[in-house]
């Protein structure tokens, strides 16, 4: 028996979460056909899109934007609403872009 087990802590209702102690949840799987996509030699690296994005997808290296992590992208599209320079725009899920979701990359290779 757990040293939980014999405190009478498993018997309590409710849920008990320990920080890195479960699996996080790709929740990209739950975008419905669209998925951001950025055209990086636009990015004035405002940081909207960072500040703005529910679910932490946006990447940044050190203090700068890098694209978008679509493991975790819903695709709620809110990066592209608030990006000044149209930079980011919503694109079909097929539509081949980097990793990081950048157009660019794929376009000079
Ligand atoms: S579409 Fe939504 S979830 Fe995905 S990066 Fe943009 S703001 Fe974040
Ligand atoms: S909102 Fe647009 S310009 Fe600002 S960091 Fe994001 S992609 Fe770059």
């Known amino acids: 028996m757990?040293?939980?087990r014999q405190s009478g802590l498993w018997d309590r209702p409710g849920a008990m979460i320990r920080p890195n102690d479960h699996p996080v949840p790709h929740t990209g799987g739950w975008r419905m056909g669209k998925k951001p996509a950025v055209t990086l030699s636009q990015c004035v690296n405002c940081l909207l899109c960072w500040q703005f994005c529910p679910d932490s997808s946006v990447v940044i290296e050190g203090t700068t934007?890098?694209?978008?992590?679509?493991?975790?992208c819903k695709g709620c599209e809110i990066c592209s609403a608030v990006c000044p320079?149209?930079?980011?725009?919503m694109v079909d899920e097929e539509t081949?872009?980097?990793?990081?979701g950048r157009i660019q990359e794929v376009q000079s290779l």
Do not use: K
Request: proline residues 5%.
């Open 85 to 89: 320079t149209q930079a980011v725009v």
């Open 2 to 4: 757990t040293e939980e």
């Open 65 to 72: 934007f890098s694209g978008f992590d679509y493991n975790f």
């Open 96 to 100: 081949p872009v980097d990793r990081w």
